[in-house]
């Protein structure tokens, strides 16, 4: 193919298209009128020799050709950005939205001081806090551009993401402050109650509950929440309890803690960007943000 009679403006707009599957909002995305950007995706379904967009039931799905086309053109796209590399905005001057992905527990440690922090230092960076399904869905996300910073335990090893390991994590038995327990707390006590685990997944099991398998030992799940915010309020109120991470207990009114009767392992929250954005100037301030409150 001759790239001299091709527009490569319409790789730009392209990729908006990909991203919304909506010629409507990716025209909106890149300043194009609704018909303009129905002519650019004709033309790139005759350049590719595909439909990229069909329309399903009330609304377009992308083919197979297109999500093939999604990660190499948003590499691409970087890398001409990179090769170009136009003058820097001042932060203050920037106008645009950060999609972050994280489960709650880092979300309930950063969202309000990272909120005060973007008013000082780049008010015009809006945020998209997004549903959280696990590490592995976060990771495609950010190959695929439709998240933009992540949260999470991450190898270090990702060759196309920038990880960047934060903070260690380390679990307590949490119960109410005036529970019968707190008065003699023993491994037998422990098992002897009903416990609440966090699961998005709502799996019933976790590594702690195969260590006490090991040693032949067992206890009751009493209940699972998808959340770690929803645990402390229910352990208040009832006779429940739950390992949760350090961090949360901290500062946390009516409740108790102790180290687990059992070793425990802990996690490494980690960041991470994908690495073709290391050129771009807004995610690396948030990104930045983010370390430091979770540090």
């Known amino acids: 193919m001759n790239l001299r009679s091709i527009d490569l403006n319409l790789l730009v707009v392209l ?25 650019a995706l004709q033309r790139c379904r005759h350049i590719f020799d595909d439909r990229l967009l069909e329309r399903g039931r009330g609304t377009m799905r992308l083919t197979p050709k297109a999500e093939s086309l999604r990660v190499p053109l948003k590499a691409w796209l970087a890398a001409a950005a990179d090769m ?34 973007l008013a000082a230092s780049a008010p015009g960076i809006d945020l998209v806090l997004q549903p959280w399904h696990g590490v592995d869905a976060a990771r495609r996300a950010l190959a695929e551009g439709t998240t933009d910073i992540a949260v999470s335990v991450f190898p270090a090893t990702d060759d196309d993401l920038h990880v960047e390991p934060l903070s260690h994590e380390t679990y307590v038995v949490v119960m109410r402050d005036d529970h019968p327990s707190a008065q003699d707390f023993t491994l037998e006590r422990w098992l002897a109650l009903s416990h609440i685990i966090v699961s998005g997944r709502g799996d019933t099991r976790t590594p702690v509950d195969a260590t006490l398998a090991r040693r032949g030992l067992r206890r009751r799940i009493g209940l699972v929440v998808p959340t770690f915010g929803m645990v402390p309020p229910l352990l208040r109120s009832s006779s429940m309890v739950a390992l949760l991470p350090r961090r949360i207990v901290d500062g946390t009114t009516g409740l108790t803690a102790f180290e687990p009767p059992i070793d425990t392992e802990g996690f490494t929250l980690s960041l991470a960007w994908h690495s073709r954005r290391r050129r771009d100037r807004a995610l690396r301030h948030v990104a930045e943000l983010l370390a430091a409150l979770l540090r």
């Open 15 to 39: 990729d908006a298209l990909l991203d919304e599957a909506h010629v409507s909002r990716a025209a909106d995305r890149v300043g194009l009128t609704q018909s303009a950007a129905s002519a």
């Open 84 to 117: 170009i590399d136009p003058p820097e905005t001042p932060l203050a001057e920037i106008e645009t939205v950060m999609r972050l992905c994280m489960a709650d527990l880092p979300a309930m440690l950063v969202i309000e001081p990272l909120l005060s922090d």
